[in-house]
């Protein structure tokens, strides 16, 4: 057996291979801590966890990477390669620019932190958190500050890079300021047309039926259950990998919908997962492309397909029937339909509609990089959330339990994810906006169960395109152009107001 | 903060935790395998197991290791940290002393030869696996060899140290000689004597009232649900770790006392690892001791206590619950006694009665023995196991499917493995009888359902102790002598005869 020649780049994709593999067992291990593992096992897999990561970490900052970095960059790469070695390029920038030092001090001081918030939600007091807070700020500034340099950006947009590749916060101003001044007027116009929806389905939903009916509904969008399960956590979400995709929800024998809905959601994260091509799995170039894309996948399964009312024209009676209740009064597709599109302004992001959702995002934005900045300080954040809920949803949270405090993120020194679920929002419609002119009658295949159309265009457009190009890139690739609010703000016009 | 001094022994300390906490990984990883992952999962399942396997390999051999476990040696140890350090030694020695060549021409030759078994096997087509079942046997004889040398043991006993640590088949050979001449006489007199049973009780048993009928009696024996769970696997194991136990079973809705043995089969495993002390989590010295010790927790469960007629006074009632069956015919004690005590001479291992499952063991070991010393080929195992099973169970099987096909143990390479079944049985005798005598009334406990004074001798004697000792120390510590089959003999004649 002769050794083949393995140049630079070369070296880098069997690391690269075994550090996704890495990931891929964290990945498990994760889904099995939210939806299998007893509570006794807690301890040990945060050992375990811990261990599979600083392994990874050794491995991607070990003092042979950086030259081999260096010299792929003049080896004779195509364009696929190059897109690969960008990602890995930013993967190192990411894990090795910072000190270990500095990592450790902020995991411990985001535990500490989070610990703290866990008690101090429920009592709604903020005075008792805003120490700790402050301390993982000051070392999330740091590190900040550290990646700026690195990067070349400005400290937000080093944060915002980590969730979001290439994510800057002057784009994102001139989407969110467009977005945050139509919210206010659309929102009062939304709520003076609106009028109290019909009694919609009585429970109880037992879960059995309704897992039954999740299963149904996943299996209707193109879930592949060959490769993937679902399961019941405390959180939703999509794990796993993209061979064998772990989504969860949780039942309420109260009420079927938000149970229903989210399964919907994760589905569409799911068949993202799964529509990454097969070929590239084990590199970074292979990879879903950034949170907000990720997020435009389940939004646009979601709000875009599956709260419309042709959707519901095929759906009601597929709901009505593990429940054995077509024909009952409050299961048909008008009534459902008005049950999901009902607009409420409230004080829980994750509670919140469509409508009121972006409100939400945009103010935690806009404090979060005052924070980083440095024009805000922590002890400012209660104020400043109470007022900026004013301007933007008309209603002042009565205690800083259903304010400030409500959300893990920044007590966990997420700072940078927020504006991603908004992004999300408005590139989920205008990617079905784009599907929707690209498909011929988009909305009738829908209106008949049949996912195939728009999966199709998805994997083409999407799923198909991994990491390859920059989020921007693949945007023009697929709708035309780059992001712009104008879809989204057109997209709410003509639900909540035609 | 200035880095305290870590002298050998610590730095490999330090280097265990992490090797033991990758294997809770593949632990974890192995369970989802077998009781969850959608058929689809398994090829990049494959590679994750592989990428761990072999960054804990690396780890374990890298050159620094030798020279650390050579100084230890010298360093001021007490008797806990010198049992660590042999077992750390041992591990490092199965690891080190094999050339990475030969692993891995042995994990490609097992695979082949393990996929063609599951073609050959239910042909019953051995000669269509001869000859790749001969490539496994030519490495692992290379490998055994190896072994023997840096172990100062005949080859055989390399192999069985691997599963059953210092292991020698001259041992073996004088208790499995004196069980061997012991069982066919014995066979006889028991099938002479025994009557058809009573009928038992009539399905179908539904998988659900199954399932909480085994929760039931996992509780009864002492399972720890905040540090475990039960769930579905086709072939039944324990597994996970031992802060989070995991075990398996299988339902058949025709009939539910195979499936409640294996669930306190398991359960026997799971109170073990679960004994293990808390301290010692991350160390060698704190595994459990071999497998035979481990099939002597299992066996001991269900073996000794739970087919007792003690044990179904008890349990009687409790079984007949779920299924809603109390006072209907074929539930009551006498009659479930005698459906788990029935003796009948067999093909198939798996299948077997505690009389017989010995001779089906010693029958492998004896052949296995044989093929690595080279004075048996493979093309001669047909015809030997036939005569084995002709002379120890007085039965021939009709075709190589039911007999030298039936097991994966060689196919997949694990030579040496067999006698641990024969040698948890007896010492599972050994260690009943022994707490028998320490604690007063234990038959009388576990009449009544109470398995806390068993199990709290069992901690203390067996699971506390984890691999501080050899296995012949504990269990002269435990029974006051080294194995003995006439306590197991005693046994079978008391259970089977009186």
Known sequence: MTMARCPAYCRLERLFTRLTLIEQALGLLH???????PPGGAAS??????????LAHELLTAAGVKPLLDAAVDEDLDDWQRANLREMRRDWMHAAMVPSRLVEDLSRAGSASETLWRKARPAGDFAAVAAPLAEVLRLTREMAEIKSQALGVPAYDALLDQYEPGGRAAAID????????????????VLAKQTPPPPGPRGPFSIERQKALGLRMMAVL??????????????????????DVRITTRYDEGAFIKSLMGVLHETGHALYERGLPAAWRTQPVGRARGMSLHESQSLLMEMQACRSREFLSFAAPVIAEPFEAAGQPGWDADTLHAQIVR??????RVDADEVTYPAHVILRYRLEKALIGGEMQVADIPAAWNEGMVRLLGIRPPDDRRGCLQDIHWYDGAFGYFPTYTLGAMTAAQLFDAAARAVPDLPASIGRGDFRPLLGWLREA??????RHTTD???????GRSLDPSVFKAHLRQRYLA
Chains 1, 2 share one sequence.
């Open 31 to 37: 889904w099995d801590m939210a939806a299998m593992m």
């Open 45 to 54: 897999r945060g050992e375990q966890l811990a261990t599979l990561k600083a």
């Open 174 to 189: 001139v989407v969110f300021d467009d977005l945050g001044a139509f919210l206010p007027g659309f929102l009062e116009q």
């Open 222 to 243: 193109g879930f592949d259950f060959e490769h993937g399960r679902l399961d019941v956590s405390q959180h939703p979400f999509c794990g796993g990998t993209p061979d």
């Open 343 to 348: 607009v409420t302004p409230d004080f829980i």
């Open 462 to 467: 999407v799923h198909g395109q991994a990491s």
């Open 473 to 479: 890139e693949l945007l023009i690739s697929a709708t």
